[in-house]
């Protein structure tokens, strides 16, 4: 299906009354269009999750498979009884993490329609801590579904800016929340069927850790570290696509040492070559251009750039980016998840 061209226009919520902004949204919503929101991981692609014909134009304007199914965003946690079925565990986790970065996958009721579950009977549940994404949910009287608002394959949109960039003539309203606290999509969890533990699908702010504070089992899927492990049926679905790519080929270095890193980048950076490197060591690279995550302990800051970063490498239009592969643990690991996956999976291994 073709979508037809609209003007898109973007309203700030950042100066003033932001009432008439989420209420000209809301109207979009319940008239079964979508609208780009912020919220405090990435923006979100907005549309009613009740209508099965707003996930179809979901689909359509990001170009994104249709068996990869949509977060239902919720304005308060006790809201999942009207779309799912809930369980004790799920309201132990809510009591901590939500309203926050957390996703949890619930068996679905059939309020929600099969295109935005993408066929399967269960629906990933989110209540976003970001105060205008609750209030539109509240104003529309509507569950929404939000994938992130980037174009399938890109990375996700953590400026109002980054949506018009991918979207622009394909929906009608972009609500700027100025950039997202996050930058990298929640944390997504399924439940195991003991009620004991969870599984991370995709990992985010709220990390293994935190979780483990409620769960006495938290596991990593195989596909999060090693996208070639997600196979034909993965546990979710988002897991076998290629995710994140700037147009730029990322080349991942495991370093034993910044030094190391240093080093490799230097001796082998040719052509119109970029590198994203901690704060402390911008001024160490002889040529390239040098983008900074932040300062080297605040793994939170280099996440929230990190995709931001990705498209102004593209914007610059390098070639090359280098980048050094990220911990497994804490925040770091939604790094890691992410990373390679723009980078394709393969990394170069420095002894
Ligand atoms: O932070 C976020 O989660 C953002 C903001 C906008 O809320 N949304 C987001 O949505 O990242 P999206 O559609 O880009 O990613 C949703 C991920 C996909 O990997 C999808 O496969 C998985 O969640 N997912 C959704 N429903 C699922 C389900 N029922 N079972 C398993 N995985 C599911
Ligand atoms: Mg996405």
Known sequence: MKCKMMKTEIYSLLDGDSSEA??????????????????????????????????????????????????????????????????????????????????????????????????????????????????????????????????????????????????????????????????VESTVIALNAQGDGCIILRPGAITREMLETVCGNVAVAEAVTDPGKAGDKPQSPGMKYKHYSPKCSVILVDAPTDEAFIEYVNRNGQGKFGVLAVEEETDRFSTGTVLSLGKREEEAEHARRLFALLRQADDMELETLYVRLPARNGIALASYNRIIRAAGGEIVKLS
Request: with cysteine; net charge neutral; charged share 15%.
């Open 22 to 183: 989420i209420a000209k949204a809301a109207e979009y919503i319940r008239a079964g269009e979508l609208v780009g929101i912020p919220t405090e991981t990435v923006y979100g692609l907005a549309g009613s999750a009740l209508y099965a014909e707003a996930a179809v134009k979901i689909y359509t304007a990001k170009g994104r498979p249709s068996d990869n199914p949509l977060i239902v965003h919720i304005a308060e946690p006790a809201d999942a009884e009207q779309i799912a079925y809930t369980t004790p565990l799920y309201y132990a986790l809510a009591e901590k993490y939500m309203p926050g970065p957390l996703t949890i996958i619930l068996p679905k009721k059939a309020v929600i329609p099969d295109t935005v579950s993408g066929g399967l009977q269960t629906v990933a549940v989110r209540c976003p801590s970001h105060p205008a994404a609750r209030e539109l949910i509240r104003v529309s009287g509507h569950p929404i579904a939000a994938p992130s608002a980037n174009s399938s394959g890109k990375p996700s949109p953590t400026t109002a800016a980054h949506v018009y960039e991918d979207l622009q003539g394909k929906i009608p309203l972009i609500l700027d929340g100025g950039a997202c606290s996050i930058g």
